[in-house]
Structure formats: structure tokens, C-alpha cells
T-cell receptor, first 117, second 112 residues
Framework: GAVVSQHPSWVICKSGTSVKIECRSL??????MFWYRQFPKQSLMLMAT?????????EQGVEKDKFLINHASLTLSTLTVTSAHPEDSSFYIC?????????????FGPGTRLTVT | SQQGEEDPQALSIQEGENATMNCSYK?????LQWYRQNSGRGLVHLIL?????REKHSGRLRVTLDTSKKSSSLLITASRAADTASYFC????????????FGTGTRLQVFP
């Protein structure tokens, strides 16, 4: 089946630094990738949608200058949390889809736990 | 917002019992999906049901969809301890089938 990986699986960083999280589709080409944020015992909240080679579309309330998304190839998308603060601590999950225009299945990565001290 | 609400928030049962989770949403949809998440992990797709379908089965899973009530249910029969996880429904939007809006989730614990 389709596999999506994330790296790192967990990261601790100091307040004010930037952190990059990678999301890769290992055995398929991802037309679209999605980034979600999940707080403990809560649901996933969509942050942004990215298509290869174009700018990401951010959801309302998500700061695009703080959460930089780059979808450089059909197998790689990155999320950079810039000038991280403790309130950015969360579980970040990416997903990827082979097609757009639905219905389709999103394949999820294992998530990255970010802790900002 | 479109975010679905799931009921119950938490459910504890014994192995062998059935588990039923319900999901309600607010606007019309094209498709509804159910996902499972083990603690601290990513999501696993369980089943997709289209708006013109009323029921779908996959192994021990049975999903129903009532578009008139804007609700869906997930039934897990003969539950096992390994079914312990959080379960989320996810809907698309009538004008955008690419985006998924997740429900609040049900945390299921199955005791051996």
C-alpha cells in the first residue's frame, strides 16, 4: 500500500528557532499533500493544502509566514515552523493523495511531535 | 464550521462486544470517510462511503450514512483489544472534494 513518511518523528527546540518537518510519499507520486495539526486528545485541524510546484493554500487563521510550506516535488513536502514558540508545540501530521478532485484516499504519515521549550 | 461531532467522546467495552460510534456533520457532502488513529500515530483509512450509498461493509466494520439526518455510524463487531484507538469521521466539502474536515473523534478502549 501507499506509504507516507515523516521526519523527524519528534523534535524539541528552543523558543525562537525554526524547525523543518519533511513529508515524503515513498511509493507513489503525490499530487496533493496536506498538513494537519493535532492537539492532545483533539481532532486534526487542516492547516494547508499544497500542490507540487505551486503555493500552498492556507486555512483561515493559519499564519502563512509562520508555517512555511514547500512542495518541491511530487514526493516531498516540507513544513517549516519559523520562530517557534511554546504554543506551537503540537503533533503535526501530513497526508498525501495521488489524485485531486476526489473521491480519493489520503495516506497519512506517522506524525511529528514538536515540543518548543 | 463544518467540523463533525462524534458521539460518544469515549467508549469502553469488553472484547467480543460491538462498538458503535456516531458522527454528525453540518453541510452537504460528497463523501464521508472513517479513519483510525492509534495513540501518538498517524491515521489509517478504514472506509469511504459516498453520499448516494446508505451502507457499506468491510470485514468487521459496518458504516451507515443518512444524508437526510447528516449523520453516519461506524459499527465494529466482535471487538478486539487491538481495536483500541481513536476513530474519526471525515467529510469533504460540497465545493471541494480535496479537503477533509475531521470530526471530534471517539476514543475506544477494548478491555481483554
Amino acid at each position: 500500500g501507499a506509504v507516507v513518511s515523516q521526519h523527524p518523528s519528534w523534535v524539541i527546540c528552543k523558543s525562537g528557532t525554526s524547525v523543518k518537518i519533511e513529508c515524503r510519499s515513498l511509493d507513489f507520486q503525490a499530487t496533493t499533500m496536506f498538513w494537519y495539526r493535532q492537539f492532545p486528545k483533539q481532532s486534526l485541524m487542516l492547516m494547508a493544502t499544497s500542490n507540487e510546484g505551486s503555493k500552498a493554500t492556507y486555512e483561515q487563521g493559519v499564519e502563512k509566514d509562520k508555517f512555511l510550506i514547500n512542495h518541491a516535488s511530487l514526493t516531498l513536502s516540507t513544513l517549516t515552523v519559523t520562530s517557534a514558540h511554546p504554543e506551537d508545540s503540537s503533533f503535526y501530521i501530513c497526508s498525501a493523495s495521488e489524485t485531486s478532485g476526489g473521491p480519493y484516499e489520503q495516506y497519512f504519515g506517522p506524525g511529528t511531535r514538536l515540543t518548543v521549550t | 464550521s463544518q467540523q463533525g461531532e462524534e458521539d460518544p467522546q469515549a467508549l469502553s467495552i469488553q472484547e467480543g462486544e460491538n462498538a458503535t460510534m456516531n458522527c454528525s456533520y453540518k453541510t452537504s457532502i460528497n463523501n464521508l470517510q472513517w479513519y483510525r488513529q492509534n495513540s501518538g500515530r498517524g491515521l489509517v483509512h478504514l472506509i469511504l462511503i459516498r453520499s448516494n450509498e446508505r451502507e457499506k461493509h468491510s470485514g468487521r466494520l459496518r458504516v451507515t450514512l443518512d444524508t437526510s439526518k447528516k449523520s453516519s455510524s461506524l459499527l465494529i463487531t466482535a471487538s478486539r483489544a487491538a481495536d483500541t484507538a481513536s476513530y474519526f469521521c471525515a467529510t469533504d466539502l460540497p465545493y471541494n472534494t480535496d479537503k477533509l474536515i475531521f470530526g471530534t473523534g471517539t476514543r475506544l478502549q477494548v478491555f481483554p
